[in-house]
Each structure stands twice: as structure tokens, then as C-alpha cells.
């Protein structure tokens, strides 16, 4: 990842195109570096072509009197002057080596990185570094990738070569904006100064309002044959653009220091000033002892923060890098699905936000929101059952709406039974341990809890659910109290993770007839004792996530469901009886627990279902509430006081539904490919597996810790792994899991050697629910970086058990 050093202030140099001048120019800034008396570091990262042009060698031959100062290297070098690709290729293809022993992205940018540290450890004083690209900034790496996005993980402050020629304007403007949707920094703009096309005197003002720093050199004298005399001209050049009286040169090499500096200072001052200003969610600020305590983000990519430790060295060993990467444990809180920065994600933001901004939605349509409602409602997880799309910003809300929808058509069908005043007192069914949002609407559809606040008023009723985990290596249902039978302890070994997932091969067992009479018996006894009524069946499906990570037993809610149903009957086969039912996806949907939407499993459609979190990829906030035809019709009338009266000022805001789109795009291709067919593999199944349950961790990991003598209970499905520990104070507000795996957010390699991108060992930044740890990969995460946390989770775990 991102590499930041007090002494070493390090610069990439991109080209807005091939032969603008990017090694010419950089060989000057290097010359004029070591002129001030910096030692200085060049690096090549590829050169293709014969290595008397090579870029490094030109650096050396030119480094001028203080070339003792200078230190020239390349990495990957090609004899064809080709792009390097195809060189990479051409090359493989000449020892007898396949495509894919062409180095990849992960080791191209870690043979960077490593040789950007050797260079920072061997210097004690201030000194620079000037890592060059090839060709244009979308000129492919060794693998094929585009330059922006293989280098990207390094995250270097950026020198832009502009373009001095016809067309210029147009490409270097291009390429800066290419560099800003990838979130580079660019620091500065250097290009020559053509006298007939004049581009820096257009260039100069434009940047300038964007508060970049634009500067023209004198171009080099044209190419003589003769080398000697070449020798000499250039020479001159050199000597005339970087004399040793100071000028020009001088002032931009001052300028990229005071950009070093200005950004270690702001990383430096980040902490004091967010304990001055920031109120954090679900954190105890009593509990925060200073700056130490603040995690600063610089950036991030794919799976992994970089973060600034700079205010936490004196506490610990000081790093050669003042940035470090850490593993984003609960991808930001459930959000990510393709990891940080995806370019894919990126680039369709940018796209709708260019085409449409913003525009309002009421009886209005735009294409991005339109192809999101068809594809969720006809192919998505709405496929069969569903026909409206409300698209609204966040969990939270769309829940808000379900509820709404609910709760009006219940009153609508049953307004002749509801006495005066009942409709504004229904409640909703549901599971104790549930979560819908911390908007005061989806409060009062949980019980009383460590979530809600004072205006709280829990308004329905909640089963204490049977749960499923494994325990000391087997599949355990743990029965509540009010399921358990003649006081024994309610536990029971099951079969398998698969057979208790497979809800239709386990709906004539004696277990659910239990199920279903406990759940008939509280439902009439509900009723006898009079009450509001309640007008939802409100699910998380599978999964409770805020709720402790309770995985429950799918058989209870599919259960559940038959029995609210079974309680009233529908107008018409197609519409909803006893209760509209309500699925919470949010957590659950689009893949995060391995499966596009919980129905198929649990045999059964829900009437509403919400969509948030992964649909976006994690980029933006956006919801989705499906309804079924009939919820639909109970708002339809000619009053509008009977329309579904909810919506907010960016309902349906285009780049939400652009991104989106595109997320859905990026997943379905996943789900599809290599990596998930092997993840199914290893628990026994396939894409086309009946039961359907897996995951991306592996199963001998889950079966050895669930044997730990720390560990209570393990579980996990799709992205999600979940450990409870052993502890008498279990409970949200319990600190057992925080303190045991402190450990990892210490910055170390994985027995195994896997480190981060750019081959930095890492540290995890997870989330606990007091007991309970949970951590959680994208649906793109790689298996080996899996396996690394696996190894870093099991040894913490086993030193405590020791």
C-alpha cells in the first residue's frame, strides 16, 4: 500500500502521452535535486527497448557533477521497444513461459514497494525519489492493467508531464482528470514550452483554478546523429535548465518538498483535530485516552485502509513508513462488496454525476434508476414475486418504507376490524435480536435494547429464536428457554450445515412441528390478551446481524412465515394472507452471506423486501424496497392522502443508481467465475449445489477454532465469519472480544508470508459485538488473503488458549 517517509519524499512521474518528455524532464528534476545536495533516487519500474535508450542509463549519463548523489534503477527490463505487455509477453513467450507466468499486478507494485523501502532505510537525511512510468497514464503495466490502476495501491504524490504539442491541451487535461477519478494527488504540472503551440499559457490558468501548479521548461535540442556531439548538446541543456546559480527548477523541486511537507503535517494534525470536532457513531468518547486512539485514513484500496501511524510511534516500535495498511475486517461496516476505490465503481459515479447531477423523481424517470428497478424486480432478488422498486438512500430508511407499506395494507384489508384509533397502535411480529436502522421508525420494529433511545416505543411482539453455530467442531441449534423441552439443555447436535439448511427436507421433522405448535400457541394467546394489533412479519433473514450475529435456525422463521400465513386468507393467489411479510436484506442480500436473496432457501417470497449496503458496492448510500403487485394496489386510489407519501430531496439520485448498476454488473460476474466455484468446492458444493450454503472461509479453519478453548461458538456463511468467546459477562457491552484480539491490529506478515498489496506486512481493523467478533471480506477478496487472516486469527486465539 501507500508508502510515506519523513526523510524520503517520494514522486511518481505519469506522462499525458509516449514522448512527451517524461524522462527529460524528470532526469532534470533528479539533476536538480542532487544539485542541492539530496541524495536521489530514480526508478524505472519497466523499460522496453535497446539499453542504450534506457531511461535509467539516460538518467545516469546526465546526473551532471553531483552524480555521486544519484542512485538510477530499473526493475523489469524488455529488449523489444514495445508496450510493456507485449514486451512482458513476447518475452515469456521466448523462454518457453505461458501468459501467466507474466509477473502480475500484486508482484509488479510489491517489487516496487520493496525497492522504494530499501531506498528509504538506506537514507538518514532528506532525500528524494522520482519513480517514472511509461508511455500515457492508461499505458498498460506488464500484466495488461492500465497504469492508473496497477500502481494505484502505491498511492504516490504525482508529477503530470503534460503534452507541449498539437492536441495537448486536450490530452493532458484528459489525463489529469483520469489521474483525479482514480484519487491521485497531483502536486504538479511540468511540460515544455512550445513557442508555436503556446499549451502552457492555457494550461497555466486552468490548473491554477484547480489550485495546481503548472510550469514550462525550454524544450531539449533535437536528437544529433552523432553521439559525442548529442553527448554535448544535451549536456548543455541540462547545464542551461538547472544551472548551478539556482533558478526555475530549483523553486519546483522546493515546491514538491513543501508538498511533502504540507501533507506529513496535515496527517500529523488530524487526530488532536477530530478530538476537537468529531462526534464518532456507536463509540464511548469517555472510553477514547487521545490521539493514539484516532485511526487515520489516508486512503484506501481494494481490501485495505492505509493508515497514518505517525501519532502512534512513540507508543511502539517506529515503522520505515509513516503509512501502513490495514485490512478492513468488517468491510466498513458490511458495505464493500468489491473493495475500496474499485475503478469500475469509480468511473459509473462519475459518469451519471456528469450526465444528470441530480434530478427529482416524482412521476419523473431517468435510465439509471429505471434499469435498477427492472433488473432488481424481474432478475434480481425480486425475480418472481415482486413488481414495484421505491428507491430511497440508506437501510435505515428503506425499512422506514417497508414498514409504511406494510402497516397501510394491512389497515386497508382489515379496517372494518381495527377499532378506532388501532391503526396509528399496530405493532409488528418479529425475533428478538433484531435490527432495522437507527431512524426512530425502524426502532419502534425492535424490542427495547442498547440501540434505541428515549422516544423509543417498542411497538409489536418478538420470538426468542433458535440459533445455529458450530460448537467444538458440530452443527449445534440452540434452543431458547421457551422451545426447550422437560428444563434439559437446549442444544442439539444436527447432522450437518447442510442438512440444516435444507428447510424443505426438514419441514416434516419433529422439530418443526414443535416450531409450529409453540408458535400457533404464543400467536392465540397473543390474542386473547387483546392489544394493539399487529399488522407486519418483520425478518432478518438467516442472518441478525447488529443483533449479536445470530445466525438462525432458517427452519424457525420458514416456520414462522407458514404459520402467520396460514392465518388469514389471501383476496387472490397471488396476494399476501394473515400478514404482510417483510425481509430485511440489507445485511443478508446480494451475495454478503452467498446467496442473491434469502427466498430461494427458505422456500418461500416475502411480500417486501429491502436492499442496501452491497448494492452500491459500498461507494454511496441507496436503497431499495421491492413490494409485491398487491401492497402496490393498497396505496392506489384517487385521494392523495392514500398515496405512499415518503420520499426525501435525492430519492432515486442517479449515481447511486448508475453505481449500482454497475455493482450488479461486477457481482454477476463474480458469482460466476473461478474463485467462487472453488470457495463452493470446499464445502462440498457447487454453483449449482441444491442446498446452497457456503463460504469464503475455509472449513477446516472453522472446525479447528471452533475447538479452541477461548472460543464458545464459530459460524459463518458467504462473506461473514463470526466468533463468539467464552466469557461470563457475554453481552454487547461486554470488551472480551476487543481485548483478546488487540493483537491484530499490530502490523505483521502472516506466518505464510502474505502480506498487503505492495508486500507490506498488515495489520486487521475488525468490529466486535462484546463477546462476539465478527470479520468480513468483499465478495472479491482473494483467497490467499483469506488464508492470511485465517492464520493471524488462529494464532491470537491459540496464545490465549495456551
Known sequence: MSLLFKQLRIHQVFGANTDVGKTILTSALVRASAAAQHKV???KPVSTGPMQDADDEHVKRYAGAHGGLVDAHCLYRFDEPLSPHLAAKMAAEKSGLQDAEVPSDSTFVAAVASHIRRSASSVTQKAHMYVETAGGVHSPTLSGTTQLDAYRPLFLPTILVGDSRLGGISSTIASYEALQLRGYAVDSILLFRDEYYRNWEYLTPYF????VRVDALDPPPPRDADEEKNFNLTEEYYTAVVPEAGGGLFEIVRHLDDCHARRLAELESMPARTLDTIWWPFVQHGLVKGPADVNVIDSAWGDYFTVFNGHTAPARATPASLLEPQLDGSASWWTQALGHAHPALTLAAARAAGRYGH???PQATHLPALKLAERLVKDGPGKGWAARAFISDNGSTGMEVALKMALRAYSVRHGDELAPGERKKMGVLGLKGSYHGDTIGAMDAC??????????DAKGFWFDPPTVAIRDGRTVISLPPSLAEDDRAGAMEADSLAWVYNVPGRLDTPLAERYRAFIRTTLQKLEARGGPPLGALVLEPLVMGAGGMLFVDPLFQRVLIDVVRSRGTARDPSSWSGMPVIFDEVFVGLYRIGMQ????????????????????GGLLPLAVTLASDAVFRAFEGESKATALLHGHSYTAHAVGCEVANETLDVVERLASGDAWTSAREAWGGSEGHAVGVWSFWDPAFLDVVSKASVVDDVMT?????????KDVDAGYQSHSAQTLLKSLNTSIASEEGTAAPGGAPFSIHFRTLGN??????SLNTPAATVRAVEDRIWAVLDRAGA
Open 359 to 361: 434530478v427529482m423523481f
Open 447 to 456: 424490542e427495547e435494547g442498547v440501540y434505541t433511545c428515549e422516544w423509543h
Open 772 to 777: 462476539l467478533a465478527y470479520f468480513m471480506t
Open 208 to 211: 491554477a483554478e484547480r489550485g
Open 717 to 725: 456463511l458467504g462473506t461473514v465469519l463470526a466468533i463468539r468467546l
Open 597 to 616: 436473496s434469502t427466498a430461494p432457501l427458505l422456500g418461500v417470497a416475502p411480500d417486501i423486501s429491502v436492499h442496501a449496503k452491497i448494492l452500491t
Open 41 to 43: 533516487f530514480y526508478l
